[in-house]
Each structure stands twice: as structure tokens, then as C-alpha cells.
């Protein structure tokens, strides 16, 4: 079974157990994953893998910067909600890798282009490694920090 049938089966199943939030989150994803299919032609054979979770990822950074901006303007009860929906998510995307995990990655491509100064080359490396189970935020802090490490 591919993602987006898991998803729309999960949709059913929320139906019958009336859970309203589970419900928006799941009808806003799917019509996000059929409005990408339609753009880029492939309504007959659907969306890959990788392309759904790129999908979900985008939904589930837009509800951070929703959490982030109801948390500045003192909504916490939106904040809240988004928090739920951004969990909602992340039960569909692949386990992202640890903070420690994301270190090891950097440090080691780093050593191993000892004598590469370009950031992106590195980051593209770097990415490459985590397939998608991690934060490009995150892994350019790592990334800076142990070329700047090299440096001294």
C-alpha cells in the first residue's frame, strides 16, 4: 500500500471514529497531494513516495511557522491546534534522525571532503546522506560548524 492510500485509508477510518481534527488535517493533505498530482500531469499514475513526502513536509513546515507565529502573538490556543495537525503529519513522514545522528553525518562528509571549501557541494553531500529524514536547518548548523572546526 502507497502512502497516499494509507492516507485515505486512515481518512475513512477517522470518519467513522469522528475525529473531526484527524479529518481536516487528512482532507487538506489529500487535496494537496491530488492538486500536485494535476500540476504535474500524473493524475493517472499518481505521485511517488518521495514526492508525497515532500508534500507532507511542506504541509508540516507550514504548520511551524503557524505555531511559531500564533506563539509570538500570544494565540496559544491556535498554536495548539496547529501543534495537533503538525503531529497529525509527521505520523506519515519517515523518522527523522537525531540531533547526535545529524552531527556524525556532517562530521564525517566534512573529513571526507577535506579538500572541498565549498559549502553547497558539502550540503549536497550531506542531504543526500540524510534521504530526507532530516532538517536542512539543522544540518547546515552542522555543517558550518565542523568546516569552521577545520579551519582552526
Do not use: C, W
Not at 1 to 27: A, G, H, P, Y
Not at 34 to 51: P, V, Y
Not at 77 to 90: F, G, M, P
Not at 109 to 114: D, F, I, Q
Amino acid at each position: 500500500m502507497d502512502l497516499k492510500e494509507k492516507i485515505q485509508n486512515e481518512l475513512k477510518e477517522s470518519l467513522k471514529k469522528r475525529e473531526q481534527k484527524k479529518v481536516s488535517t487528512l482532507k487538506l493533505l489529500l487535496a494537496s497531494i491530488i492538486n500536485a498530482e494535476i500540476q504535474f500531469g500524473k493524475k493517472e499514475e499518481g505521485l511517488k513516495q518521495e514526492e508525497i513526502e515532500r508534500i507532507i513536509k511542506a504541509e508540516a513546515k507550514k504548520r511551524h511557522e503557524a505555531i511559531e507565529a500564533y506563539e509570538k502573538a500570544g494565540r496559544k490556543e491556535a498554536a495548539k491546534e496547529e501543534e495537533e495537525e503538525l503531529s497529525i503529519l509527521e505520523t506519515y513522514l519517515p523518522e527523522q534522525l537525531s540531533n547526535e545522528e545529524i552531527k556524525k553525518l556532517a562530521k564525517e562528509t566534512v573529513t571526507e571532503m577535506s579538500g572541498e571549501t565549498d559549502f553547497g557541494k558539502i550540503m549536497k553531500e550531506v542531504m543526500a546522506k540524510t534521504k530526507g529524514r532530516a532538517d536542512g536547518k539543522k544540518v547546515s548548523e552542522a555543517v558550518k560548524h565542523f568546516i569552521k572546526s577545520r579551519e582552526h
